[in-house]
Each structure stands twice: as C-alpha cells, then as structure tokens.
C-alpha cells in the first residue's frame, strides 16, 4: 500500500510539486504524511478534492495496516504466554 499511495502521488502530482518528483521524493513525502510531517497547503492548492480523499485514504488505510500489526502481535504474545502459563501449571 504504502508503494501504491508513493506511486499514484507521484504519477498525479509529480510533474507539478517538487516533493514529488521522484519516486524516492515521492516515498519520503508519503512517509512523512503518516508521521505528521507534511505540508497538505501546496497539495490541497493544486487539487483540493483528490488532494484530500487521496491524503485522508492513505491515512486512513495505513494507520489501520499499523493497527492491525501491532494488534497481532499482541495477540501471538498474549497466546503464546497463555501456553506457558498452562505448562507451568502443569508441572
């Protein structure tokens, strides 16, 4: 996904913004997007409509991929931990 959104950004606004030129600009930009660091004025000035439902999706979908990892692992550390529990009782 996360090479999908640098894609698409690069494709749309990479011939306009200079923080998309490049892929690798491109990856950087969309990487500082999920941090918070990003600038939304220059991309909401050249395309306000697309701008935002293509920023607000990749937040969106991207912070429910980071959700469900750490949730996962939550959830293999607490199984694997119940494991031991019961072997411990056991013995």
């Given at each position: 996904m996360f090479i999908a959104y640098s894609i698409v950004c690069n494709v749309i606004y990479g011939w306009k913004l200079s923080?998309?030129?490049t892929f690798a600009d491109s990856l950087l930009t969309i990487l500082s997007l999920q941090m918070g660091i990003f600038?939304?004025?220059?991309?909401?000035?050249?395309t306000p409509v697309l701008g935002g439902?293509?920023?607000?999706?990749?937040?969106v979908f991207m912070?429910?991929?980071?959700?469900n990892l750490l949730i996962s692992v939550i959830l293999v550390a607490f199984n694997q931990e119940q494991i031991h529990h019961k072997l411990w009782l056991t013995v």
């Open positions: 923080s998309y030129r600038n939304y004025a220059e991309v909401l000035d050249d439902l293509l920023f607000g999706s990749c937040i912070t429910f991929v980071v959700l």
